[in-house]
C-alpha cells in the first residue's frame, strides 16, 4: 500500500509536539556559491520502508551505491531512526556518510507564548540537529490552523524567523520544504508560497524546493526559481509522471530521474546557476516496477551525469 506522505508528516508533527518582513534579495552568484560545496544526497523517506526494517543495513547499501550525504525523514522522541544522535553520527561516520540536513516538522505546539520562548522538546531538537552536524534543519509541513488565515500565517512565519535565530546560536540555519498546497491555497488572495518568500527573512530561513511536488499543482520550478533568485539553497532532486491518483491525489506520482514529464537535469542547473542551490537531495516515492534501493541507485548514477 503506498504510504501517505501527508499522513506520515502529520504523525511526526505530532508525535515531537507531544514530546512582516520584506525578501531580502541578496544572492550573488559568486559569493554565495565560493563559500557553500556542492553536495549530492538522499532523502531516507525514499526508503522509508527499508529504513524501518533494518537501518544499518540499508544505510550500508547507499553507501556502497556511492552515496556520501543522507536528510534524514524521523526525528521521533529524541532519535533518529531509534538511534541517539551522538550514535546516529557514529553509525553515518563508520560508512562514510554525513547528514548536512534534516526533517522534522515544526508546528505552533512548538512555541510556548506564554514563556514567550520554543518549547523544550524543540530546543532538543535543534540540539540534536547540532551534534549531527546538520547545515540545515528544515520543517517540510505547514499545519493547516496555521494557514487558514492571514494573521495565523504571519505567526507561523513569525516562528519560522525566531527558529532561524535559535538555529544561528548552534551555526545552522532553519529551512522550509514545500508540497503541493503552497501553490494551490490562497490567503487574503495571495498564493501561500508567495507570502512564505515575502516574509522569510533570507539570513534565516532557507528554502528546499521540491519542484516535484508542486508539478501536480500547476507550477513549475524554473518559474520560481527566476521569480525568487537566490532564496533555494536546496532542492529535492524529483521526477514526476501522470497516474490516475498521485501521491497527493494530484495525479502525479515520482518515478526514477529522468523518465518523467519535469525534465529535473535543467531545473537543478537552472537552480545552481542562479538559484543558489548546493545542496542536491534525491527522493523518490513511488517506485513502478523496481524496488527503492534499486531506484536509488539509478537515480544517483543519473544524476552524476549533469556536472553538479
Known sequence: MQNSRRKFLQNVGIAIAGVSL??????????????????IGIQLYSVRVDMMKNPMGTLTALAKMGYQHVEHANYVNGKFYGYQAAEFKKVLGGLGLSMPSGHTVMTPNHWD???????????????????????????PWMDEKAR?????????????????????QQGMMFGYHNHNFEFTEKVNGEVIYDLILKHTDPDKVMQQLDFGNMYGAGARGADW?????????????KDEIKVE???????????????????????????????????????????????????AKVDLDRMKTWNI
Open 148 to 168: 487558514s488565515s492571514y494573521d495565523g500565517l504571519m505567526r507561523q512565519l513569525d516562528q519560522f524567523n525566531k527558529c532561524g535565530e535559535l538555529c544561528k
Open 113 to 139: 507564548a506564554k514563556k514567550n520562548d520554543f518549547t523544550d522538546v524543540w530546543k532538543k531538537t535543534i540540539e540534536d540537529a547540532a551534534v549531527m552536524g546538520q547545515e540545515y534543519v528544515i520543517s
Open 225 to 237: 526559481i527566476k521569480k525568487y533568485p537566490g532564496r533555494f539553497a536546496s532542492l529535492h532532486v
Open 245 to 295: 491518483k498521485g501521491e497527493m491525489n494530484d495525479g502525479y506520482e515520482s518515478t526514477t530521474l529522468g523518465d518523467g514529464v519535469v525534465d529535473p537535469k535543467a531545473v537543478s542547473l537552472l537552480a545552481k546557476e542562479i538559484g543558489g542551490a548546493h545542496h542536491f537531495i534525491i527522493e523518490q516515492e513511488s517506485y513502478q516496477k523496481l524496488t527503492p534501493l534499486e531506484a
Open 22 to 39: 520584506q525578501p531580502k534579495v541578496l544572492w550573488s552568484k559568486e559569493t554565495v556559491l565560493a563559500k557553500k560545496k556542492m553536495l
